[in-house]
Protein backbone atom coordinates (compact mmCIF):
# COMPACT_ATOMS: atom_id res chain seq x y z
CA UNK A 1 0.00 0.00 0.00
CA UNK A 2 1.74 3.23 -1.19
CA UNK A 3 -0.17 5.42 1.03
CA UNK A 4 1.57 4.39 4.21
CA UNK A 5 4.88 3.13 2.85
CA UNK A 6 8.10 4.72 3.39
CA UNK A 7 10.95 5.52 1.09
CA UNK A 8 12.41 2.47 1.55
CA UNK A 9 9.53 0.10 1.03
CA UNK A 10 8.53 2.17 -1.96
CA UNK A 11 12.10 1.57 -3.47
CA UNK A 12 12.32 -2.02 -2.29
CA UNK A 13 8.70 -3.20 -3.28
CA UNK A 14 7.18 -0.80 -5.81
CA UNK A 15 10.61 -0.46 -7.71
CA UNK A 16 11.08 3.16 -7.48
CA UNK A 17 14.34 4.91 -7.52
CA UNK A 18 15.13 7.17 -4.49
CA UNK A 19 14.14 10.29 -5.99
CA UNK A 20 10.90 8.98 -6.77
CA UNK A 21 10.40 7.57 -3.26
CA UNK A 22 11.09 10.75 -1.51
CA UNK A 23 8.50 12.63 -4.13
CA UNK A 24 5.91 10.36 -3.42
CA UNK A 25 6.40 10.69 0.30
CA UNK A 26 6.48 14.70 0.24
CA UNK A 27 3.50 14.67 -1.76
CA UNK A 28 1.10 12.47 -0.47
CA UNK A 29 0.69 14.64 3.28
CA UNK A 30 -1.65 16.34 1.24
CA UNK A 31 -4.04 14.00 -0.45
CA UNK A 32 -6.86 12.98 1.51
CA UNK A 33 -7.83 9.55 0.33
CA UNK A 34 -11.10 9.13 1.11
CA UNK A 35 -12.47 11.73 -0.61
CA UNK A 36 -10.77 10.92 -3.78
CA UNK A 37 -11.69 7.11 -4.07
CA UNK A 38 -15.08 8.36 -3.66
CA UNK A 39 -14.72 10.19 -6.63
CA UNK A 40 -13.08 7.56 -8.69
CA UNK A 41 -15.72 5.18 -7.68
CA UNK A 42 -18.76 7.40 -9.10
CA UNK A 43 -17.12 8.25 -12.05
CA UNK A 44 -16.12 4.78 -12.70
CA UNK A 45 -12.01 5.29 -12.71
CA UNK A 46 -10.25 2.72 -11.82
CA UNK A 47 -6.88 2.75 -10.55
CA UNK A 48 -3.24 1.04 -10.68
CA UNK A 49 0.13 1.47 -8.78
CA UNK A 50 3.33 0.35 -10.06
CA UNK A 51 3.99 -2.01 -7.53
CA UNK A 52 0.31 -3.82 -8.22
CA UNK A 53 0.01 -7.37 -10.50
CA UNK A 54 -2.32 -5.42 -12.68
CA UNK A 55 0.11 -2.63 -13.83
CA UNK A 56 1.09 -3.02 -17.50
CA UNK A 57 4.26 -5.25 -17.49
CA UNK A 58 5.62 -3.51 -20.86
CA UNK A 59 6.00 -0.03 -19.04
CA UNK A 60 7.88 -1.87 -15.89
CA UNK A 61 11.61 -1.61 -17.41
CA UNK A 62 11.44 2.29 -18.02
CA UNK A 63 13.29 4.88 -15.56
CA UNK A 64 10.26 6.99 -16.32
CA UNK A 65 7.04 5.12 -15.90
CA UNK A 66 4.25 6.52 -14.20
CA UNK A 67 3.92 5.50 -10.47
CA UNK A 68 0.44 4.88 -11.24
CA UNK A 69 -2.58 4.63 -14.15
CA UNK A 70 -6.03 5.73 -13.96
CA UNK A 71 -8.35 4.00 -16.47
CA UNK A 72 -12.12 3.74 -17.58
CA UNK A 73 -12.56 0.31 -19.16
CA UNK A 74 -10.21 -2.14 -19.54
CA UNK A 75 -6.31 -2.25 -19.59
CA UNK A 76 -4.40 -3.84 -22.66
CA UNK A 77 -3.79 -7.60 -22.42
CA UNK A 78 -0.18 -8.40 -21.70
CA UNK A 79 -0.83 -11.73 -24.03
CA UNK A 80 -2.00 -9.99 -27.05
CA UNK A 81 0.08 -8.28 -29.47
CA UNK A 82 -0.28 -4.26 -29.62
CA UNK A 83 0.86 -1.54 -31.85
CA UNK A 84 0.76 2.10 -31.46
CA UNK A 85 -0.75 4.05 -34.29
CA UNK A 86 -0.13 7.86 -34.44
CA UNK A 87 0.38 10.63 -36.57
CA UNK A 88 0.09 14.23 -37.54
CA UNK A 89 -3.22 16.25 -36.39
CA UNK A 90 -3.32 17.76 -39.68
CA UNK A 91 -3.23 15.22 -42.22
CA UNK A 92 -4.48 13.88 -45.75
CA UNK A 93 -7.64 12.58 -46.74
CA UNK A 94 -5.37 9.43 -47.80
CA UNK A 95 -4.04 10.01 -44.50
CA UNK A 96 -6.94 9.31 -42.72
CA UNK A 97 -7.66 5.88 -45.18
CA UNK A 98 -5.30 4.48 -44.82
CA UNK A 99 -4.40 5.00 -41.02
CA UNK A 100 -8.63 3.75 -40.50
CA UNK A 101 -8.29 0.58 -43.29
CA UNK A 102 -4.34 -0.31 -41.78
CA UNK A 103 -6.45 -0.17 -37.51
CA UNK A 104 -9.42 -2.21 -38.84
CA UNK A 105 -7.18 -4.76 -40.52
CA UNK A 106 -4.74 -5.38 -37.57
CA UNK A 107 -8.00 -5.30 -35.09
CA UNK A 108 -9.67 -7.54 -37.20
CA UNK A 109 -6.32 -9.98 -36.98
CA UNK A 110 -6.65 -9.57 -33.26
CA UNK A 111 -4.11 -7.06 -32.29
CA UNK A 112 -4.90 -4.39 -30.07
CA UNK A 113 -4.15 -0.81 -31.11
CA UNK A 114 -2.82 2.00 -28.65
CA UNK A 115 -3.55 5.57 -29.52
CA UNK A 116 -3.93 8.86 -28.32
CA UNK A 117 -7.19 9.93 -29.57
CA UNK A 118 -5.56 13.06 -30.78
CA UNK A 119 -7.18 14.60 -33.90
CA UNK A 120 -6.30 13.40 -37.25
CA UNK A 121 -4.25 9.76 -37.32
CA UNK A 122 -4.87 8.89 -33.44
CA UNK A 123 -8.60 9.60 -34.46
CA UNK A 124 -8.77 7.65 -38.03
CA UNK A 125 -6.84 4.77 -36.63
CA UNK A 126 -8.90 4.16 -33.63
CA UNK A 127 -11.80 4.43 -35.37
CA UNK A 128 -10.54 1.74 -37.79
CA UNK A 129 -9.70 -0.68 -34.42
CA UNK A 130 -13.44 -0.22 -33.08
CA UNK A 131 -14.62 -1.47 -36.79
CA UNK A 132 -12.43 -4.96 -35.66
CA UNK A 133 -12.39 -7.62 -33.37
CA UNK A 134 -9.65 -6.75 -30.67
CA UNK A 135 -9.75 -4.13 -28.27
CA UNK A 136 -8.31 -0.33 -28.58
CA UNK A 137 -6.89 1.86 -25.77
CA UNK A 138 -6.32 5.66 -25.69
CA UNK A 139 -3.50 7.12 -23.57
CA UNK A 140 -4.80 10.41 -22.87
CA UNK A 141 -2.61 13.79 -21.94
CA UNK A 142 -5.51 15.06 -19.24
CA UNK A 143 -7.83 13.22 -16.75
CA UNK A 144 -9.32 10.09 -18.32
CA UNK A 145 -13.08 11.99 -16.93
CA UNK A 146 -12.30 14.78 -19.56
CA UNK A 147 -12.53 13.98 -23.69
CA UNK A 148 -10.16 15.62 -25.43
CA UNK A 149 -10.38 16.97 -28.12
CA UNK A 150 -14.23 17.54 -27.18
CA UNK A 151 -15.34 16.46 -30.80
CA UNK A 152 -14.08 13.32 -30.41
CA UNK A 153 -16.50 12.31 -27.60
CA UNK A 154 -18.43 9.78 -29.66
CA UNK A 155 -15.02 8.18 -30.75
CA UNK A 156 -14.42 7.92 -26.45
CA UNK A 157 -17.71 6.12 -26.19
CA UNK A 158 -16.90 3.69 -28.60
CA UNK A 159 -13.21 3.38 -27.08
CA UNK A 160 -14.99 2.32 -23.15
CA UNK A 161 -16.93 -0.18 -25.13
CA UNK A 162 -14.20 -1.54 -27.13
CA UNK A 163 -11.23 -0.95 -24.71
CA UNK A 164 -10.12 1.46 -22.60
CA UNK A 165 -8.82 5.31 -21.66
CA UNK A 166 -6.02 5.43 -19.09
CA UNK A 167 -3.78 8.18 -18.37
CA UNK A 168 -1.50 9.01 -15.56
CA UNK A 169 -2.72 12.19 -15.27
CA UNK A 170 -5.60 12.77 -11.81
CA UNK A 171 -9.04 12.77 -13.08
CA UNK A 172 -10.03 16.13 -13.75
CA UNK A 173 -6.67 17.28 -15.24
CA UNK A 174 -6.87 19.84 -18.61
CA UNK A 175 -5.23 18.95 -21.34
CA UNK A 176 -1.73 20.88 -21.17
CA UNK A 177 0.39 20.98 -24.24
CA UNK A 178 3.48 19.74 -22.37
CA UNK A 179 1.73 16.49 -20.92
CA UNK A 180 1.25 15.30 -24.94
CA UNK A 181 5.01 14.78 -25.60
CA UNK A 182 4.90 12.90 -21.67
CA UNK A 183 2.15 10.96 -22.62
CA UNK A 184 3.83 9.19 -25.73
CA UNK A 185 6.44 7.81 -23.82
CA UNK A 186 2.66 5.25 -22.30
CA UNK A 187 1.57 5.01 -26.03
CA UNK A 188 5.12 3.80 -27.29
CA UNK A 189 5.75 1.81 -23.94
CA UNK A 190 2.50 -0.06 -24.52
Request: with cysteine; aromatic share 10%.
Amino acid sequence: DWLGANKKILMQKGGLDEEEAERIVKHRNCFNPEKFFKKLEKEEIKFVSVSEKEFPKRLLPYKHKPYYLFYKGNLPDEKVPCVAMVGARVCSNYGRIVAKGIAKELSEKGIQIISGMARGIDTYSQLGACEGNAETFAVLGCGVDICYPTENIELYEQILKKGGIMSEYLPGTAPLSWHFPQRNRLISGL
